[in-house]
């Protein structure tokens, strides 16, 4: 059976980081340490989504 891939795009990932503005989405997702994005769309780029929970597991741990 394939795996289905989950994307997200920016929308998603200030949900995911807790609300952040716009702003800091696109500082956070234009740092080098962050994924690439998987493809370039009409309404912006998209990450996948597990790529993007691990990038934000590593840097905020639960308390």
Known sequence: MAKRL???GSAEIRVMLGGVSRQ???QIT???DFPE???TLQMGNVWL???VERWIAQRRPED
């Open 37 to 39: 994005p998987v493809a």
């Open 49 to 51: 989504a597990e790529e």
């Open 6 to 8: 989950r994307l997200v």
């Open 24 to 26: 800091r989405v696109y």
């Open 30 to 32: 234009n740092r080098r």
